[in-house]
Nanobody, 121 residues
Framework: EVQFVESGGGLVQAGGSLRLSCTAS????????IGWFRQAPGKERERVSC????????YYEESVKDRFTISSDNAKNTVYLQMNSLKPEDTGVYYC??????????????WGQGTQVTVSS
């Protein structure tokens, strides 16, 4: 059984920082990307960032480049998303996810339960 443990969401003022963490266990395959999507109220879920379990390669959506940093601790099977210079438009539910294919919603194999991030102006 695949399980996710997510933490780190919360309420922060614009310009502040948060760090999300996600531990995935029970994955039935090797060679995948793990990271986050987010969904704002009334909007579609969108990709944010991911990291490859194979080579550590990373992806960032254009809107978060230079503000967010994804990293992994393989010993703990945990990934982190350091979010700096947060903006109100970063508000949403952040979902940890695992995908073997392209980092797109329709290719996600497993979803975490999500954690709320709220950035006040």
């Amino acid at each position: 059984e695949v399980q996710f443990v997510e933490s780190g969401g919360g309420l922060v003022q614009a310009g502040g920082s948060l760090r999300l963490s996600c531990t995935a266990s029970g994955l039935p395959f090797d060679g995948y990307a793990i990271g986050w999507f987010r969904q704002a109220p009334g909007k579609e879920r969108e990709r944010v960032s991911c990291i490859s379990s194979s080579d550590g390669g990373t992806y960032y959506e254009e809107s978060v480049k230079d503000r967010f940093t994804i990293s992994s601790d393989n010993a703990k099977n945990t990934v982190y998303l350091q979010m700096n210079s947060l903006k109100p438009e970063d508000t949403g539910v952040y979902y940890c996810a695992v995908a073997r294919g392209p980092w797109e919603v329709n290719y996600v194999d497993f979803w975490g339960q999500g954690t709320q991030v709220t950035v006040s102006s």
